[in-house]
């Protein structure tokens, strides 16, 4: 496993739509691991493949690392679909590992269905709500070159707002 440099605001490659996964090989395998150990070496709750240069609809994420350091559980989705979205929104403030530093409030479904395959290319359907929800819209955004300040609203350098800060620092640190 390696690290692999995160491509930042001004990447062209961040704008464009990523191919689907026709196999698991071992180009892919080892992508897969390089973007786990990438995500939690920048403390990333997400990281989708384009942001690792590489355009193919990989997603990798762990909604509970935030509340549990001790407790990794890394998800890999690969060719993601979105096929079922609440009428529900819901809001939370986002950040982004392409974009340091940068935070805003993005509206989106509050639970999403989705279809996609493992790293076993397996089928698996989710059911996600809350940061599982927000993180998965997030990568799948980045997977067609979509980014969250596209998105987002009240767009701010730094941390939250402090007292957000005090309270949930770290569950709050949605950094993607
Ligand atoms: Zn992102």
């Known amino acids: 496993m390696a690290l692999r440099e995160i491509r930042k605001d001004g990447d062209e490659i961040l704008r464009k739509r990523a ?5 698991v090989d071992e180009k892919i395998a080892t992508l897969i691991d390089d973007m786990i150990e990438t995500m ?6 997400g990281l989708a ?3 690792v240069g590489m355009l193919k ?3 990798v994420y762990d909604s509970d690392y935030v509340e549990d350091e001790n407790n990794k559980n890394p998800r890999v989705l690969i060719n993601p679909v979105i096929v079922k979205v609440s009428k529900k929104m819901a809001t939370a403030e986002e950040g982004c590992l392409s974009y340091p530093d940068l935070y805003g409030y993005v509206d989106r479904p509050a639970k999403i269905t989705v279809k996609a395959f493992d790293r076993n290319m397996k089928p698996v359907t989710i059911d996600a709500k809350d940061l599982e929800a927000v993180v998965i819209q997030h990568e ?3 997977l067609d070159g979509i980014v969250f300040i596209d998105k987002a609203y009240n767009l701010h350098r730094g941390t939250q707002n402090e007292e957000e800060e005090k309270s949930q620092s770290k569950s709050k640190k949605k950094v993607k």
């Open 140 to 142: 799948i955004d980045h």
């Open 49 to 51: 493949a384009p942001q």
């Open 40 to 45: 939690y070496k920048y403390d990333g709750v």
């Open 19 to 23: 191919r689907e996964v026709e196999k």
């Open 57 to 59: 609809r990989i997603l």
